[in-house]
């Protein structure tokens, strides 16, 4: 069942409104296609709307609530993690494997902690997408920019929107100690 089926009648009843803008409803497919986990979508949605006063969530488009999804996101990475126990070195060592085609003059300083090894492979995938970014012809760069154009007034968004863009482009995914 897709996030805009599961997620219509709670977001029109938090916005006080009758319809999601066409705007919102590519927003919940980007979340889906991202693969944002539907509780951590409609978390991140709630606490949002929930610190908006009502008198303006009509007004307020659904895709501000984005920096509340991603903070969801982290805890419930975090939580998974946890919970699963994993081997933090060893997921970190075998993600870096996965794109060492990438990396050949990026020097990495050793992690001590899952924290600093999710932040090399934040890092580090960073580094790949604008490398993959810059190998793309005119027209590739200018599609992708067309295709998100609606949400270049939130800077933040619109970037992640190109990076994971290019990253379904290479099959490549997140690069994350949690995502296994």
Avoid: C
């Avoid at 009502?54 to 501000?64: A, C, H, Q, V």
């Amino acid at each position: 069942m897709s996030y805009y089926k599961e997620l219509k009648d709670g977001i029109l009843s938090l916005k006080d409104v009758f319809f999601l803008s066409p705007r919102e409803i590519w927003f919940l497919k980007f979340l889906e296609d991202a693969q944002y986990p539907l509780q951590v979508v409609k978390e991140g949605i709630n606490e949002f709307y929930r610190a908006v006063p009502p008198e303006k969530r009509s007004k307020t488009p659904l895709f501000f609530a984005f920096e509340n999804i991603k903070k969801a996101y982290h805890r419930y990475t975090l939580q998974q993690g946890r919970s699963v126990k994993i081997d933090w070195l060893k997921t970190y060592e075998e993600k870096l494997k996965q794109v060492r085609r990438f990396l050949e003059d990026i020097k990495l300083k050793e992690p001590k902690t899952p924290e600093e090894a999710e932040e090399n492979l934040k890092l580090v995938e960073s580094m790949i997408t604008k490398k993959l970014w810059d190998s793309l012809k005119k027209e590739e760069k200018a599609k992708i920019l067309k295709k998100y154009s609606q949400f270049k007034e939130n800077d933040e968004l619109f970037k992640l929107m190109i990076k994971h863009e290019i990253m379904k482009m290479f099959n490549l995914r997140p690069l994350s100690i949690y995502v296994l």
